[in-house]
């Protein structure tokens, strides 16, 4: 991987200074998804921030002097301070709990083409691994690899559940800028030690893992955006590559775990129609359920999804057997 620059690394460290400063005065915030910050920010009395919450969750304006120097500075030495007009600024960085833990990623609206996302589907796919975790404990000194991890929840918590098999971490990003957030963030979490990788999905890593965990863009976007773009039809075709092109990759007796979501068309299911047969062939254990029925709905007055019905979170989990047991004598199981 490339050496980061010195904006980059100040990044970095501005995130991870503020993330102590913001714990230190007991911040918290849930970030909602688009549509409802939208709403709760167009209500009366919001235009303008009057607390931590309003500036690093719901992305309002405010005024230089709402904030403390030590803060001021942090943004000010990592580039996060935009102009909002009207001798108001906005911080270009949210910061959002989960399960305790403090997570930087981008401010709202997230337009930009190096966006770095969190949302609701953030805490299902945590909360997927945390459960496949707990049925199937990571072996000792395991390696996570988080592919495309954004601001690095999933591989980030999923060594911190997994703390007592002291794993290693691998979060891998194409997004340079997704990397400097995933980095402060792993810091935060006490994981300074997570490699970091940039690159097109497997390209990016060498060798095999123990568990596989991602949350890929899954939607088709118009503007074709990194952070939510995920090719083909109905932005099915990066989580068809991640399971096709991971499967090789995981170490014997190894799991990929897959959140994505997938448009529903006339009653069927296009990324398991797509991915069946690969399943199949492998003949490795596998399942495959709906998380959440009916996400983005907004999503299905765009061109693009004028034949779905609607948009599903889905979970797909697929474990490579041990390497003393044979693969012919294993039969997928599906839920």
Same mark, same amino acid.
């Given at each position: 991987m490339r050496t980061p620059t010195a904006p980059e690394i100040a990044l970095t460290e501005s995130l991870l200074r503020l993330a102590a400063w913001l714990q230190s005065r007991g911040y918290a915030f849930t970030t909602v998804t688009p549509a409802t910050q939208a709403r709760v920010n167009a209500r009366p009395g919001s235009a303008k921030a009057r607390g931590l919450r309003d500036v690093f969750g719901w992305s309002r304006p405010f005024p230089a002097t709402l904030l403390p120097p030590e803060a001021m500075d942090c943004l000010h030495a990592g580039r996060l301070l935009q102009d909002a007009g009207g001798g108001l600024l906005r911080s270009a960085v949210r910061f959002s709990t989960l399960e305790g833990q403090l997570f930087a990623h981008s401010a709202y609206p997230t337009t930009a083409e190096d966006a770095v996302f969190f949302g609701p589907d953030t %805490? /299902?796919? *945590?909360?997927?691994?945390?459960?496949? +975790?707990?049925?199937?404990?990571?072996?000792?000194?395991?390696?996570?690899?988080?592919?495309?991890?954004?601001?690095?929840?999933?591989?980030?918590?999923?060594a911190r559940a997994a703390a007592a098999q002291q794993p290693r971490l691998v979060l891998s990003d194409i997004n340079a800028k997704a990397l400097r957030f995933a980095a402060a963030n792993a810091a935060h979490a006490g994981w300074s030690m997570a490699r970091l990788a940039q690159g097109d999905l497997y390209g990016a890593v060498e060798g095999a893992f123990d568990?596989?965990?991602?949350?890929?863009?899954?939607?088709?976007?118009?503007?074709?955006?990194?952070?939510?773009?995920?090719?083909?039809?109905?932005?099915?075709?990066?989580? %068809? /590559?991640? *399971?096709?092109?991971?499967?090789?990759? +995981?170490?014997?007796g190894g799991r990929l775990v897959l959140y994505t979501g997938v448009a529903m068309v006339d009653g069927e299911d296009p990324l398991l129609q797509g991915l069946r047969g690969n399943l199949d062939e492998r003949g490795w254990p596998w399942s495959y359920r709906e998380l959440d029925p009916d996400v983005f709905g907004e999503e299905l007055d765009q061109p693009a999804y004028e034949e779905a019905e609607r948009i599903a979170a889905v979970a797909l989990v697929v474990q490579c057997p041990p390497a003393a047991e044979p693969t012919t004598q294993l039969s997928p199981a599906r839920s």
């Open positions: %805490v /299902r796919f *945590v909360a997927l691994i945390a459960d496949e +975790l707990r049925r199937q404990p990571l072996a000792p000194g395991g390696v996570v690899l988080d592919l495309g991890c954004g601001a690095g929840p999933g591989g980030i918590m999923a568990l596989i965990v991602s949350n890929p863009p899954y939607l088709n976007d118009s503007k074709q955006r990194a952070y939510r773009h995920g090719g083909g039809r109905f932005g099915e075709a990066l989580s %068809v /590559r991640i *399971v096709r092109e991971g499967l090789p990759r +995981l170490a014997p």
